[in-house]
C-alpha cells in the first residue's frame, strides 16, 4: 500500500516530466502491474489533456 501512495503522488510529476528518469522507470514497471494505479494514471491523463485545452486569460 506504501508503494501505491509513493507512485500515486509522483503522477502529476511523472505526467510534468520532472522525475528522474529512474523513477519514471520505476513508476512505469509499476503501473504495468498495478490496476489501481493505471486506472488513477488514466483517469489523471484525461484531466490534464482537457486542462491543456483550455485557452489561458490574458492579463
Known amino acids: 500500500m506504501k508503494r501505491i501512495r509513493h507512485v500515486l503522488n509522483q503522477l ?3 505526467l510534468r516530466g520532472t522525475v528522474s528518469e529512474a523513477d519514471a522507470a520505476a513508476i512505469e514497471r509499476h503501473l504495468k502491474t498495478c490496476k489501481a494505479c493505471k486506472k488513477e ?17 490574458m492579463p
Do not use: A, C, H, K
Open 41 to 57: 494514471f488514466t483517469s489523471l491523463t484525461q484531466v490534464w489533456t482537457e486542462l491543456g485545452r483550455i485557452p489561458e486569460e
Open 12 to 14: 502529476p510529476d511523472y
